[in-house]
């Protein structure tokens, strides 16, 4: 069976750090092309967030995000990373790791993804 286990969410203040994990289990994550980081805000649909290509380690961000969150993977590990600096209060959602075995590119869709962890709430505030 194919699972994702995210990891790592908590309540922090703004300006301080998280690092979020999804381990992979049932499946090698670096056969499949791209993994992603979504997240869903409470009345807010499901974002992307970020995305890692495993053909060149490409990454993408949202511009929201960039320059302060970086995605990694760690293939001994089987897991996805998500380290999120300088967190500010509207990065407050429940966040999900998510990969599909058919997706070949980056992709913003949710519905392009079928394999999801259960999320990992992260809480900024003062």
């Known amino acids: 069976q194919k699972q994702l286990v995210e990891s790592g969410g908590g309540l922090v203040q703004p300006g301080e750090s998280l690092r979020l994990s999804c381990a992979a289990s049932?499946?090698?994550?670096?056969?499949?092309?791209?993994e992603a980081w979504f997240r869903e805000a409470p009345g807010k649909e499901r974002e992307a967030v970020s995305f890692?290509?495993?053909?060149?380690?490409?990454?993408y961000y949202t511009d929201s995000v960039k320059g302060r969150f970086t995605i990694s993977r760690d293939d001994a590990k089987n897991t996805l990373y998500l380290q999120m600096n300088s967190l500010k209060p509207e990065d407050t959602a429940v966040y999900y790791c998510?990969?599909?075995?058919?997706?070949?590119?980056?992709?913003?869709?949710?519905?392009?993804?079928?394999?999801w962890g259960q999320g990992t709430q992260v809480t900024v505030s003062s």
């Open positions: 998510a990969t599909d075995p058919r997706l070949r590119y980056v992709s913003f869709d949710p519905s392009d993804y079928h394999i």
């Open positions: 049932g499946f090698t994550m670096n056969y499949y092309h791209v």
């Open positions: 890692i290509m495993n053909s060149d380690g490409s990454t």
